[in-house]
């Protein structure tokens, strides 16, 4: 999914969250992560096109799927037990619980729109491939 497509549904989100529970910490940690989540992409980036940056060749390469292989860490779904943990262990707290919503959102939204090859979204999955 596009930077700008996860920037419209993470202000959604985020505004519901804000609506419903009147946590700014909440929705904007959820913001946070639901649209920054896709920094997990520059080590894919680096390692395909070396230790330059070029803004619009790293979202052309991502949206192209251009990598030859990706290791994108954040986007793995056994985070999902690891994120309700800690947001369990601290008590819920805003923050931590805020960038599990966003996190999770933003995984949703990928695995509908991307349709991921199977298992890509598995640390496993990309392991075997």
């Known amino acids: 999914?596009?930077?700008?497509?996860?920037?419209?549904?993470s202000t959604l989100i985020s505004g519901l969250l804000l609506g419903l529970t009147g946590s700014w910490p909440l929705a904007l940690a959820s913001f946070i992560s639901g649209?920054?989540?896709d920094v997990d992409h520059m080590p894919d980036y680096f390692i395909q096109f070396g230790l330059r940056f070029d803004a619009q060749e790293f979202f052309r390469a991502s949206y192209e799927r251009e990598y030859k292989k990706v290791f994108i860490l954040l986007h793995s779904?056994?985070?999902?037990?690891?994120?309700v943990l800690a947001s369990w262990w601290s008590g819920w707290n805003p923050w931590i619980t805020g960038l599990l919503l966003g996190w999770l959102?933003?995984?949703?939204?990928?695995?509908w729109v991307n349709r991921p090859r199977h298992m890509g979204y598995f640390f496993l999955g990309r392991w075997r491939a």
């Open 1 to 9: 999914m596009r930077v700008e497509h996860h920037a419209a549904v």
């Open 105 to 111: 959102q933003h995984m949703i939204f990928d695995q």
């Open 35 to 37: 649209v920054l989540m």
């Open 77 to 83: 779904w056994e985070w999902l037990f690891i994120g």
